[in-house]
T-cell receptor, first 114, second 112 residues
């Protein structure tokens, strides 16, 4: 059974204090690993897709990396507006013509103080 | 370019009632998935519709059913509501079997 675990559950940073969020996963065959940002009471906002180990993607202060067992979301010099819940999800290769469901972790709640 | 839209925004129902939630996919998308997100947890997959048929289903009881219309919009129906059905219901759309899914703002359902 697919499993996605995110750590830490919550993270408090001072503005400018860089850190990393972890997403560990177990799937039979990874079709894609996705990072989303979610603000309170809103739907998840797509950030990145990673397809294979060694791949990296960057967007402003965020950088996502992928290994065979885990992904990291690195946040460089964060600002208060980066405060949100960051969700990791995996998609598995299907043998039949089934869909492309996402299996999510529990999320990391990031708070950046000025 | 309109993103994924959902209605209503908020809904309050009584235990035992039935509810219908609606979703319009992002322009150019033909696949719609529904997720349930309890407070403080990650979203859980309910089911996915493509070409007006349920293509994949998560671990949810038959009380949860859906439909997709020829214009690709979708409905989620929940019968015999339980207190535990209170959650944020999210709709996500994609193009065919493309990997990326884009989410709507969600419908907050409260069952009392």
């Amino acid at each position: 059974e697919d499993q996605v675990t995110q750590s830490p559950e919550a993270l408090r940073l001072q503005e400018g204090e860089s850190s990393s969020l972890n997403c560990s996963y177990t799937v039979s065959g990874l079709r894609g690993l996705f990072w989303y940002r979610q603000d309170p009471g809103k739907g998840p906002e797509f950030l990145f897709t990673l397809y294979s180990a060694g791949e990296e993607k960057e967007k402003e202060r965020l950088k996502a990396t992928l290994t065979k067992k885990e992904s990291f979301l690195h946040i460089t010099a964060p600002k208060p507006e980066d405060s949100a819940t960051y969700l990791c999800a995996v998609q598995e290769w299907e043998n039949n013509n089934a869909g492309n469901m996402l299996t999510f972790g529990g999320g990391t709640r990031l708070m950046v103080k000025p | 370019d309109a993103g994924v839209t959902q209605s209503p925004t908020h809904l309050i129902k009584t235990r035992g009632q039935q509810v219908t939630l609606r979703c319009s996919p992002k322009s150019g998308h033909d696949t719609v998935s529904w997720y349930q997100q309890a407070l403080g947890q990650g979203p859980q997959f309910i089911f996915q519709y493509y070409e007006e048929e349920e293509r994949q289903r998560g671990n949810f009881p038959d009380r949860f059913s859906g439909h997709q219309f020829p214009n690709y919009s979708s409905e989620l129906n929940v019968n015999a509501l339980l207190l535990g059905d209170s959650a944020l219901y999210l709709c996500a759309s994609a193009s065919g079997r493309a990997r990326e899914q884009y989410f709507g703002p969600g419908t907050r359902l409260t069952v009392t």
